[in-house]
Each structure stands twice: as structure tokens, then as C-alpha cells.
């Protein structure tokens, strides 16, 4: 007697551009009824809790990365890795594994759920084969050079970020999917909703 197969669900990699409303576009996902993923969340995580990851940022950068309190001080951090691409191969080398490993056994256990995971440098890492689709969240600089400096950074600070990956218009071009945040929630909700009834 032959065993059914257990079915799978979709697998989708989320990525854009900083600034562009990802985590706009997966949280429209998650209320859609799809499970969802953030990396950038799963890092924050490991830089909270893993004990390995603070113990190595301790011995390679000492307490200039920690607060008086004994934690990660994320800004801190951020200046050393986006002045010098040294150092964020070497962060990147530490974190993306972990972080790599961690959604995959996630998206492992409930496969029969439809995913979202959000990664920023999806094409940049080559995850896509990963994914059955990949979208794009793509929106003009003006608007997010706007959009981030309500959320504090500067200009330069947006574009250190910004030069450590690839062109926007690069992965609107490999993405199977893209939608476009250059106008109102409800046109970014319009594009995502049809996305989903497409998927």
C-alpha cells in the first residue's frame, strides 16, 4: 500500500530594498493567514539570546559593542559593519548561517504552511533556489530616504546600508514578483491582497 506524500506549502522569499516596507508587505501576508518570517528578526534574536554569538562579537570586538548592562548595543555594532566591508563579512560569516538554519528548521516542522521569509539579501546570498517565488518590495529613494529618517537614520547612514547591496532595480529584475510601495497603505494593501489570491 502506497503512502500518501504530505503535501507542501508555498515557500515565498520576500526582499527589497532598505526602507521599502517589507515588513509592511509581510505583516499583510501574516493576516492573510501565511506564516512569516523575518531574518532581520531572527538576528536581532541571536544577538539577544545566543550566548555563542556574544561571545564572539566579545572577543572580536570587545566591550566597545555592549552596553553597561552586558547587552548588545546594535548601533554600535552597525557603525563598525557598514564602515568597513571587512567587518561585515566577518559579522555576516558569524550570523547568517545561524539565522539560515533556524528558518529552514521552521519552515521544516510546519511544511505543509504557506511561508513568507523575509530576507533582505535574498539574491545577494543566492536563496531564491530555496523558494518556490520570489517578490521584490521596490519604492523611489525620495520616499525612503524620507521614510528612514523619521525612523532616525541619516543620509549617510541610509546609503552605507544601501551600498552593501544590490541595485534595487537588479532585483525588481530577478524577482518573479514585484510590488510597488510609492503610494498609499491602501495601494500597497491592493497589490499584496492580489499577490496572495494570484499565489
Partial sequence: MKTQKKSRGLRIGLTGGIGCGKSTVGALFAEAGWSVISTDDLVRGL???DNAVKGALWEHWGASVFD???????????????SSKAELEWLEALLHPRVRELWLEMVHVQAASNWLVEIPLLFEKRLEKEFDFSVCVTCPEAIVVARMALRG???????????????????????????TNAGSLEFLKAQTLGLIAEL
Avoid at 537614520?153 to 537588479?170: T, Y
Fill in 68 to 82: 553597561v548592562a552586558g547587552c548588545v548595543d546594535r548601533g554600535a555594532v552597525a557603525k563598525r559593519v557598514f
Fill in 153 to 179: 537614520f541619516s543620509r549617510v547612514a541610509i546609503e552605507q546600508r544601501s551600498k552593501r547591496q544590490m541595485d534595487l532595480s537588479e532585483k525588481v529584475e530577478r524577482a518573479d514578483y514585484v510590488i
Fill in 47 to 49: 544577538l539577544v539570546s
